[in-house]
Nanobody
Framework: QVQLVESGGGLVQPGGSLRLSCAASGNIFSIKTMAWYRQAPGKQRELVAHITSGGSTYYVDSVKGRFTISRDNAKLTVTLQMNSLKPEDTAVYYC?????????WGQGTQVTVSS
């Protein structure tokens, strides 16, 4: 059974930074591409960034240059460093596999960017 537990969200002013963490369980973590997704109120969940088992990364255009995804295969963790946050980054952030998310999502972590 895979479990994904996200943490690190909070309220931050525009231009601020947050670091999200995802703790995963399961013995296939090290071979899976992991991703961060987000869901804003009234919108569909969307991909933010993903990282392969070898460390190759992809970012959607809206976060390029501001967000950095990383992973530690030994610790089964994925992190998302978010800098220069904007109000439009406000959402619940989730981690999961990519491109086929595991069916049971974690609870997510709320990120609110507001002055």
């Amino acid at each position: 059974q895979v479990q994904l537990v996200e943490s690190g969200g909070g309220l931050v002013q525009p231009g601020g930074s947050l670091r999200l963490s995802c703790a995963a369980s399961g013995n296939i973590f090290s071979i899976k591409t992991m991703a961060w997704y987000r869901q804003a109120p009234g919108k569909q969940r969307e991909l933010v960034a993903h990282i392969t088992s070898g460390g190759s990364t992809y970012y959607v255009d809206s976060v390029k240059g501001r967000f950095t995804i990383s992973r530690d295969n030994a610790k089964l963790t994925v992190t998302l460093q978010m800098n220069s946050l904007k109000p439009e980054d406000t959402a619940v952030y989730y981690c999961n596999y990519f491109p086929n998310p595991f069916g049971s999502w974690g609870q997510g972590t709320q990120v609110t960017v507001s002055s």
